[in-house]
T-cell receptor, first 116, second 114 residues
Framework: DTAVSQTPKYLVTQMGNDKSIKCEQN?????MYWYKQDSKKFLKIMFS???????INETVPNRFSPKSPDKAHLNLHINSLELGDSAVYFC???????????????FGEGSRLTVL | AQSVTQLDSHVSVSEGTPVLLRCNYS??????LFWYVQHPNKGLQLLLK??????LVKGINGFEAEFKKSETSFHLTKPSAHMSDAAEYFC????????????FGSGTRLSIRP
């Protein structure tokens, strides 16, 4: 009964490839997020969706494209992978109405992407 | 504008001794403040949160934090460290008036010596 689940947990791929990471939450939350955590543990928000609508789109290369087929899913597709994309990507969700972000975030266990 | 500063990148304490992880924030409006813990190869988990109720907040696993507006601080403490407390800790600030902004600190790695 995992609350926020991400797949795959580990992903090793070559430069130039395209890959996707999937995220699903069974908490009934309206808002979902993608975060990138670098090797120094620094967390940076990439995207946020509220009820399938994009509400945060931070300065992220166009090679990154989120897709939310419904409010329980938020997938991340990455084109033309580069070495610098190597990181741990975390999906999260919250009950907040998106514009306030004062509530608790529930995180998945992360997807470790290694680009060779 | 909001920001959060975790003053120590690494803290090491002996098992059974007190823990203090420091966090200072900056916010133009009434902030909500959180501490999250991340164990190795795991996602982040909420330890505790302050949302303008009691200034002393108790969390899970014996942790607590005190909101001090005059010092713009929200330090995390625990009276007696346990080996299982070894992890990365993140201080987080959000604001009612700042749309879609959740600001994470840079993290403090807590090590526990036997």
């Amino acid at each position: 009964d995992t609350a926020v689940s991400q797949t795959p947990k580990y992903l090793v791929t070559q430069m130039g490839n395209d890959k996707s990471i999937k995220c699903e939450q069974n908490l009934g939350h309206d808002t979902m997020y993608w975060y990138k955590q670098d090797s120094k543990k620094f967390l940076k928000i990439m995207f946020s969706y509220n009820n399938k609508e994009l509400i945060i789109n931070e300065t992220v290369p166009n090679r990154f494209s989120p897709k939310s087929p419904d409010k329980a899913h938020l997938n991340l597709h990455i084109n033309s992978l580069e070495l610098g994309d190597s990181a741990v990507y975390f999906c999260a969700s919250s009950q907040d109405p998106g514009q306030m972000n004062t509530g608790e975030l529930f995180f998945g266990e992360g997807s470790r992407l290694t680009v060779l | 504008a909001q920001s959060v500063t975790q003053l120590d990148s690494h803290v090491s304490v002996s098992e059974g001794t007190p823990v203090l992880l420091r966090c200072n924030y900056s916010s133009s409006y009434s902030p909500s403040l959180f501490w999250y813990v991340q164990h190795p190869n795991k996602g982040l988990q909420l330890l505790l949160k302050y949302t303008s109720a009691a200034t002393l907040v108790k969390g899970i696993n014996g942790f607590e934090a005190e909101f001090k507006k005059s010092e713009t601080s929200f330090h995390l403490t625990k009276p007696s460290a346990h080996m299982s407390d070894a992890a990365e800790y993140f201080c987080v600030v959000t604001s009612y008036s700042s749309a879609s902004k959740i600001i994470f600190g840079s993290g403090t790695r807590l090590s526990i010596r036997p």
